[in-house]
């Protein structure tokens, strides 16, 4: 590698704080983010719905600095889109799930998650000891104890002998680094039914960001690679929140989405 061919520290450091302070322009960014989700249906609409779920959560009202805008794209879909059947890659701990399911009542979700046994699930998210992974259990079992919702757990590469679509709405939140992210986006427009939704979490538009153990652009290269070869295919980016540190453009991380064609 050239030594000149990524910037040092000091000087990411510089560039960003100069972008923070003279190039962040909070009005122009809420106007361009509220245009793209304007595309979704009602804002206004959409974020009363959400308030109440949340609040009926435990939560405060939806604060675009401090939560993701996968949030408000699920009530936009909730009003304009009612989904029957729902897929979610990445379950966690399962209060998106619970979300979900409390916007789309009516809908099936099949939320997947890593079994205990794969060699992945305990690398991330404080689970390396059993107590940590019992009260991981635990937690998610709460969280999915709605009627309508299914827990698989199964590694995603397994994904299409297991979960047979086609699903109206698919949010992808699994791993973020290859090989995992492009066999999940794979997947997810083979289940989509034509016409469904697909959302992607923590894409990163940036050839630029730097690479870490849980987030890098790679998401966005194979959401490239898909757009290229589907004609007229449209991925808008949705800034994830709008705090100004998340406008740094090393660290712009995004909702995409994506709507599968009647015809694919």
């Known amino acids: 590698m050239h030594l000149f061919s990524r910037p040092s520290s000091w000087i990411r450091k510089l560039r960003k704080s100069l972008y923070l302070r003279f190039a962040y322009d909070r009005a122009a960014i809420d106007a361009e983010e509220d245009r793209k989700l304007a595309g979704f249906g009602d804002i206004q609409a959409a ?3 959400l308030d109440s779920v949340l609040a009926a959560c435990g939560r405060g009202p939806y604060d675009p600095d401090r939560d993701s805008v996968h949030l408000l794209l699920w009530s936009l879909l909730s009003l304009r889109h009612p989904a029957r059947r729902i897929l979610e890659i990445g379950t966690f701990e399962g209060e998106g799930t619970r979300l979900l399911a409390r916007l789309f009542p009516s809908a099936d979700i099949t939320t997947v998650e890593l079994p205990d046994d794969d060699p992945l699930f305990r690398t991330f998210y404080r689970r390396s000891t059993e107590a940590e992974r019992e009260a991981f259990r635990i937690k998610q079992s709460r969280n999915l104890d709605f009627p309508n ?3 698989l757990k199964a590694n995603s590469f397994f994904l299409p002998a297991l979960a047979h679509g086609p699903f109206d709405l698919i949010w992808v939140d699994g791993g973020h680094l290859y090989p995992e992210v492009a066999w999940d986006i794979c997947n997810a427009w083979h289940l989509a039914a034509p016409g469904g939704v697909i959302l992607f979490d923590d894409v990163l538009p940036d050839a630029e960001a730097r690479k870490t153990d849980l987030i890098s652009p ?19 980016m949705f800034l994830k929140r709008r705090f100004p540190f998340r406008g740094d453009t090393l660290k712009r991380t995004c909702v995409a ?7 694919a």
Request: aromatic share 6%; hydrophobic share 45%; net charge positive.
């Open 257 to 263: 989405a994506l709507i599968k064609p009647l015809d």
């Open 149 to 151: 919702i299914r827990l």
């Open 47 to 49: 974020t009363r719905k």
């Open 218 to 236: 790679e998401s966005f290269e194979a959401l490239e690679y898909l757009r290229a070869r589907v004609p007229g295919l449209a991925i808008p």
